[in-house]
């Protein structure tokens, strides 16, 4: 038997010399290797980002487990805490619902799950199946509006892809009953566009966003991963200002709470990553909000002078061992933006290639490519490519004098064997490592991704 096998086996192989197994494999491979998920994903990401909230999946069993491994592994081998993974109460609906409906398995599990949880907010995620068999699941959810804070969003894996699912999330909770007008805070914020998940590095991110914009005297409501989460989400419509650090995520909902609160916004092209960016985005909201520029200037060049000088000790790294090297990156638009700006303008290296991978409106890529060119400080402008596909992006990559690859931990295994590269895991899926605090955002952050780029390579002589 096993010389029947092994004779059949070099049948198949000699048919085609020409076959390439290491590309075949990369090929199969690239439609199990995704930058991002369904628009289910994107809702029960978000949903998880907030404490105390409580996702409800009315799907097939497979969403949710699909989940626990496709997004929340994949950001940052992280498991969603208490109501995340296989702790997701999912009405798992199966061929007899798809015939007669699964309105009232809902019912029961939404009963259920507001007596065994016992929190303050809950979101009901309506998968492919119940959008398919016309499920009425707003009626169901409204049963138990009056006595408890719950909404539906409707997100069907086929309507749009992860990133979009946080719109969605928005959509819904700006058309709910959960934001009324209020007040306006002076000196008070929203942040808006950081993808939970996603955003590998988003609880990290914010976190210290939080800090910067406190030392200012601005107070950030982060929204995610601080916090009770429907608090967070009641104080939207008190802030002065709504900051969206994304080219297109999350700019409709700053455009939706400024046709329904009137509080203006602005955009900002992605998470700041060090000293340039924080600073302008500091710079820039302070002139918003009228604030002090004494203060604002004080606090900017005290954090100024505390990164170049930090910068300043990897300097015989940087310069002896690997001067002036191009690089490439692969990563979703904010990211993307702020990792080429930093590298080029910071670092002095030069720009190769960028690949961005989280297929932005097509009305928008226009702005994210004139955003990275029109901001670099070099004469090198990179080739600036829309790709979410593995194997397509890992072919794009082929050819090219890149010495570094800022990209997600897909590539990491094999990029210095087929490209001659340096890796660092930089976007989203990132299984490779445990991300808590670890962050690129800001000052600290952008010391931190240095310090992650010069480890690369550096080592005894």
């Not at 590539?411 to 299984?431: D, K, M, N, R």
Request: net charge negative.
């Amino acid at each position: 038997m096993a010389e029947n096998y092994e004779k059949i086996r070099d049948e198949i192989f000699n048919l085609d010399q020409t076959i390439d197994p290491k590309i075949d494999s990369q090929e199969e491979h690239s439609v199990e290797a995704p930058r991002y998920g369904c628009a289910l994903a994107g809702v029960y990401g978000t949903v998880l980002g907030l404490k105390n909230a409580v996702p409800i999946l009315h799907s097939g069993a497979g969403c949710g487990v699909g989940n626990l491994f496709g997004t929340l592994y994949a950001g940052g081998e992280s498991c969603g805490v208490n109501e995340g993974g296989t702790a997701t109460p999912c009405s798992c609906l199966v061929e007899e619902h798809v015939i007669l409906g699964g309105e009232e398995k809902l019912d029961n599990l939404i009963d259920s799950t507001i007596k065994l949880f016992n929190s303050n907010f809950y979101v009901v995620i309506s998968g492919c199946v119940p959008s398919l068999i016309g499920d009425d699941v707003d009626s169901v959810v409204e049963n138990y509006q009056s006595e408890h804070p719950i909404i539906h969003v409707n997100a069907p894996g086929f309507k749009a892809h992860s990133l979009e699912g946080y719109n969605l999330f928005w959509d819904a909770v700006i058309e709910s009953d959960l934001l009324e007008q209020q007040p306006v805070e002076k000196g008070t914020i929203n942040i808006l566009g950081v993808v939970p998940y996603n955003h590998v590095f988003w609880k990290g991110d914010l976190y210290e966003l939080k800090k910067l914009f406190a030392s200012i005297g601005v107070k950030a409501n982060v929204i995610f991963a601080d916090g009770d989460g429907l608090q967070n989400i009641r104080d939207i419509p008190k802030a002065e200002y709504n900051i969206v650090l994304n080219p297109w995520v999350g700019v409709r909902a700053a455009e939706r709470l400024h046709e329904k609160f009137g509080t203006p916004f602005i955009t900002f092209p992605g998470i700041p990553v060090g000293a340039k960016q924080t600073s302008s985005l500091l710079y820039r909201v302070a002139e918003k909000l009228s604030l002090d520029p004494d203060t604002v200037n004080t606090f900017i060049t005290q954090k100024e002078e505390w990164f170049y000088r930090f910068a300043e000790y990897p300097g015989d790294a940087l310069i002896l061992a690997r001067p002036n090297q191009y690089f490439a990156v692969v990563a979703d638009s904010a990211y993307a933006i702020s990792y080429t700006k930093f590298l080029t303008n910071e670092i002095g290296y030069l720009p190769d290639i960028v690949q961005i991978t989280d297929n932005p409106p097509v009305e928008v890529r226009q702005k994210i490519i004139d955003e990275i060119n029109n901001s670099l400080e070099s004469t090198i402008k990179p080739d600036i490519v829309f790709e979410a596909d593995t194997y397509k992006i890992r072919n794009n990559l082929n050819n090219r004098p890149f010495a570094f690859l800022l990209s997600s931990s897909l590539e990491q295994p094999t990029a210095l064997e087929e490209w001659g590269a340096c890796h660092v895991s930089a976007s989203f899926p990132i299984y490779g490592s445990s991300v808590l605090v670890n962050h690129y955002g800001g000052y600290y952050g952008g010391l931190t991704l240095l310090e992650d780029v010069v480890t690369t390579f550096v080592g005894p002589l």
